[in-house]
T-cell receptor, first 118, second 112 residues
Framework: AQSVTQLDSHVSVSEGTPVLLRCNYSSSYSPSLFWYVQHPNKGLQLLLKYTSAATLVKGINGFEAEFKKSETSFHLTKPSAHMSDAAEYFCVVSGGPNSGGSNYKLTFGKGTLLTVNP | DTAVSQTPKYLVTQMGNDKSIKCEQNLGHDTMYWYKQDSKKFLKIMFSYNNKELIINETVPNRFSPKSPDKAHLNLHINSLELGDSAVYFC???????????FGPGTRLTVT
């Protein structure tokens, strides 16, 4: 079984300040973890992914996330927020390579709405 | 353009009707998915097909029936639509031996 908890439903930052979106996961297997972004009335875009290689993962638009097995966390960060970062962010876990039939199945967190104030 | 595409983008219909949503990907992927996003933005997988074979079938009412005529297409047919079916439906695909998925733009279904 696998699950994801996004600790904040809404995060508000000022433009130019750091962003931290928190995510904790639970998985019976070595998981693959993802962050997706959804801008208003748009589809989902993959920001970055962790698949058991380097624990610090860099993604698009200056975002990065660190996989911490001891804390079962995969928090998303960005040093300086931009107005265009305002969107819904989803932390996602998949079963990983040893999870049998569930390795194709993505489990989504409930999302964190990021607002960026000028 | 290479992408996952869905038609229609918006669908408004009355309770009791039957409707279909189509999905096509030209990325050469083997696996395709349908997700439902509710009004609170929560996304849940409904079905997945790998090379036209059903591999994931979550607890979804029998009124929902996926069909994959070939590995580039995965359609979703819904019978006897209900108010609770109102949502945004996303199609996605993934390449072989990969866990990342590429999403279509979504179909907003409104049942009145």
């Amino acid at each position: 079984a696998q699950s994801v908890t996004q600790l904040d439903s809404h995060v508000s930052v000022s433009e130019g300040t750091p962003v931290l979106l928190r995510c904790n996961y639970s998985s019976s297997y070595s998981p693959s973890l993802f962050w997706y972004v959804q801008h208003p009335n748009k589809g989902l875009q993959l920001l970055l992914k962790y698949t058991s290689a380097a624990t610090l993962v860099k993604g698009i638009n200056g975002f990065e996330a660190e996989f911490k097995k001891s804390e079962t966390s995969f928090h998303l960060t960005k040093p300086s927020a931009h107005m265009s970062d305002a969107a819904e962010y989803f932390c996602v876990v998949s079963g990983g390579p040893n999870s049998g039939g569930s390795n194709y199945k993505l489990t989504f967190g409930k999302g964190t709405l990021l607002t960026v104030n000028p | 353009d290479t992408a996952v595409s869905q038609t229609p983008k918006y669908l408004v219909t009355q309770m009791g009707n039957d409707k279909s949503i189509k999905c096509e990907q030209n990325l050469g992927h083997d696996t395709m998915y349908w997700y439902k996003q509710d009004s609170k933005k929560f996304l849940k997988i409904m079905f997945s097909y790998n090379n036209k074979e059903l591999i994931i079938n979550e607890t979804v009412p029998n009124r929902f029936s996926p069909k994959s005529p070939d590995k580039a297409h995965l359609n979703l047919h819904i019978n006897s639509l209900e108010l609770g079916d109102s949502a945004v439906y996303f199609c996605a695909s993934s390449p072989p031996l990969s866990y990342e998925q590429y999403f279509g733009p979504g179909t907003r279904l409104t049942v009145t």
